[in-house]
């Protein structure tokens, strides 16, 4: 699903990752944190596909925002584990979106 932005400017924090072969409860961790986010004030959206690359965006409020999901004490746990079992490697990049535009057929 495309997430449901406000009118910019927000700002986007983009998780690109390539996983090991280890699961070790990824999946439930990947549905815990984003149910986490969704609480955080300042949290406005996400989207994420996965093939052989995974692409998370999360959108916020604010930088501030994104600066209290990083040092959520949760949110912590969960990269600390992805940097020990989950991840062969990944980047996170935060831009600010200065514009957007959408399409739907209806």
Do not use: C
Not at 73 to 92: C, L, N, V
């Amino acid at each position: 699903m495309i997430a449901n932005t406000p009118q910019a400017p927000y700002y986007a924090v983009i998780f690109t990752s390539i996983r090991t072969a280890h699961d070790n409860g990824y999946d439930d961790m990947s549905h815990k944190m984003v149910e986490l986010a969704r609480q955080q004030d300042g949290f406005l959206g996400v989207e994420s596909a996965r093939d052989e690359i995974g692409i998370t965006v999360s959108y916020w409020k604010d930088l501030d925002s994104i600066r209290k999901w990083k040092n959520n004490a949760e949110h912590m746990i969960a990269r600390k584990r992805g940097r020990e079992i989950w991840y062969q490697s990944f980047k996170t990049r935060i831009a600010k979106v200065e514009f957007d535009y959408e399409f739907e057929k209806i």
